[in-house]
C-alpha cells in the first residue's frame, strides 16, 4: 500500500501576511473605485471648498455692504428730520414775516389816508374798524 503522505512547510505568519496584503489591496482598490465614481458624479471635494470660500467671502462683503446701507439710511433719516425741523422753523419766521409785513401795509395806507387826503373823498377815512364785547352788558371796545 502506498500512502499518500504530503509535507507541506507550515508558515502561518506567511499566510496571514498574504492575507492582509490581499484585503489591504481589495480596501486600496475599493477606495479608488468610490473616488471615481465620486469624482464622475461631479462631487469634487477642493471645488466644492473652492466655491465655498468664495461663497463665504460673498457673504461677508454683502454682510458689509448691508451695514453701509443701514449706516446710510440712518444719515439719511436723521438729514429727513434735520429738513423737518428745519422747513417748520422757516415756514413759522416766514409767517410771523408776512404778518409783520400786512401789519405795516395796513399802516402804510393809514397813515397815508392821513397825509394825502387829497386822494380820497372828502370826510372821514377809516381802513378798518373793530368793535369787541369786553364781557359786561353793554360795555364795548373798539379799535
Known amino acids: 500500500m502506498t500512502s499518500k503522505l504530503i509535507i507541506k512547510s507550515h508558515h502561518p505568519w506567511r499566510y496571514r501576511a498574504k492575507l492582509g496584503a490581499l484585503l489591504l489591496?481589495?480596501?486600496?482598490?475599493?477606495?479608488?473605485?468610490?473616488e471615481y465614481g465620486f469624482s464622475r458624479a461631479g462631487y469634487d471635494n477642493s471645488h466644492l471648498l473652492e466655491e465655498r470660500t468664495l461663497l463665504s467671502e460673498q457673504l461677508a462683503q454683502e454682510k458689509k455692504r448691508t451695514e453701509d446701507l443701514r449706516a446710510q439710511v440712518a444719515v439719511l433719516e436723521r438729514a429727513a428730520q434735520v429738513d423737518k425741523q428745519a422747513y417748520g422753523s422757516v415756514e413759522t419766521s416766514q409767517k410771523q414775516v408776512q404778518d409783520e409785513m400786512l401789519e405795516l401795509k395796513e399802516e402804510v395806507a393809514f397813515y397815508r389816508g392821513i397825509v394825502a387826503p387829497t386822494e380820497t373823498?372828502?370826510?372821514?377815512?377809516?381802513?378798518?374798524?373793530?368793535?369787541?364785547?369786553?364781557?359786561?352788558a353793554g360795555v364795548y371796545r373798539f379799535k
Not at 486600496?28 to 473605485?33: K, M, Q, S
Open 25 to 34: 489591496l481589495l480596501v486600496f482598490i475599493a477606495w479608488g473605485v468610490f
Open 121 to 136: 373823498a372828502s370826510g372821514l377815512n377809516i381802513p378798518s374798524f373793530r368793535v369787541t364785547e369786553i364781557g359786561e
